[in-house]
């Protein structure tokens, strides 16, 4: 098994040449349906140069995550935008209760 030891979600491709703006990151566990979100906030910030992320393989329940930035370190980034998609989130589940309760009166 060539699985690389991790410790929870984050792990950094190992034999890869990276440093704080370029970096290729691997999220343990998770698929398309969190990549193209990541992907997505990571493009919007300014900071960010190029952000994209691939399935290795349909049988690895894992993806990689290419970072490269200006002058900020990639962990920096994807953080915001992982707090970004939680302030999302936050927004859209605020709206559904209130939509609820104007619904039931």
Do not use: W
Not at 25 to 44: C, S, W, Y
Not at 48 to 63: C, D, L, Q, R, T
Not at 69 to 76: F, H, N, Q, V
Not at 80 to 105: N, P, S
């Amino acid at each position: 098994d060539m699985e690389t030891e991790h410790v929870g979600k984050l792990s950094i491709v190992e034999g890869e040449e990276h440093d704080d703006l370029c970096t290729t990151l691997v999220l343990h566990g998770e698929d398309h349906t969190l990549g193209n979100v990541v992907r997505h906030m990571l493009i919007k910030n300014p900071a960010v140069e190029f952000a994209g992320y691939s399935v290795p393989h349909p049988s690895e329940n894992k993806i990689n995550l290419r970072i490269q930035t200006y002058s900020t370190p990639c962990l920096s980034a994807l953080y915001r935008a992982l707090d970004d998609i939680t302030d999302v989130c936050d927004h859209v589940l605020e709206q559904i209760d209130k939509a609820e309760e104007k619904f039931q009166g």
